[in-house]
């Protein structure tokens, strides 16, 4: 299984703020994705992150409120843009295995005041 | 379209008893299962999977999963509870149709509370 760090693990912001969340493999992947987990919710995708392309988002997820990064085979980020309290969730990094299984980062856990 | 349905919000049990956390699929073509438990403050750990052969699928922790076509069902079960077994635990399915993409939907989740 791949190890995956996400940072933060958590972070308080202010409302109108934007905060970058990184996710690191340890190892080459080739699907990576970001999830939401809304307080008391299951997980909703918000993207795929593709390599050297730009993201594809979900049906109601834009790139410019949830813009990614994905420079690499190891290495994602997820920003979220213009933060309102609706944002506060945890937000989840995640890799496909090669035996189709899906990998999470501890996930980031983000308040928005 | 692809969904899954965790009809219970908690289920309650005492330890040392069998548990069986309930979960429910709707595809196109045929399901990929999968079951993953989530500890307070944590990620997701993936406890296993059912992609095809046997119908029950052994995982981690002791815990298994029968898969039921004609019921189209998938609950994980484990025949003796432990205190630590108290997590949240989600069932996810993905669609190996053509149209469906690598999307894994998950259902809303199980709280599962062991009492000692």
């Known amino acids: 299984s791949a190890v995956i760090s996400q940072k933060p693990s958590r972070d308080i912001c202010q409302r109108g703020t934007s905060l970058t969340i990184q996710c690191q493999v340890d190892?080459?992947?080739?699907?990576m994705f970001w999830y939401r987990q809304q307080p008391g919710q299951s997980l909703t995708l918000i993207a795929t992150?593709?390599?050297?392309?730009?993201?594809?988002?979900e049906s109601g997820f834009v790139i410019d409120k949830f813009p990614i990064s994905r420079p690499n085979l190891t290495f994602s980020t997820l920003t979220v843009s213009n933060m309102s309290p609706e944002d506060s969730s945890i937000y989840l990094c995640?890799?496909?295995?090669?035996?189709?299984?899906?990998?999470f980062g501890e996930g980031s856990r983000l308040t928005v005041l | 379209a692809q969904s899954v349905a965790q009809p219970e919000d908690q289920v309650n049990v005492a330890e040392g008893n069998p548990l069986t956390v309930k979960c429910t699929y709707s595809?196109?073509?045929?399901?990929?299962l999968f079951w993953y438990v989530q500890y307070p403050n944590r990620g997701l750990q993936f406890l296993l999977k059912y992609i095809t052969g046997d119908n029950l699928v052994k995982g981690s922790y002791g815990f298994e999963a029968e898969f039921n076509k004609s019921q189209t069902s998938f609950h994980l079960k484990k025949p003796s509870a432990l205190v630590s077994d108290s997590a949240l635990y989600f069932c996810?399915?993905?669609?190996?149709?053509?149209?469906?993409?690598?999307?894994?939907?998950f259902g809303g989740g199980t709280r599962l509370m062991v009492k000692p």
């Open positions: 595809v196109s073509g045929n399901p990929y």
């Open positions: 190892s080459q992947v080739t699907m």
């Open positions: 992150a593709n390599q050297g392309s730009e993201a594809t988002y």
């Open positions: 995640s890799v496909e295995s090669r035996a189709g299984e899906l990998f």
């Open positions: 996810a399915v993905r669609d190996d149709s053509n149209n469906a993409g690598n999307m894994l939907t």
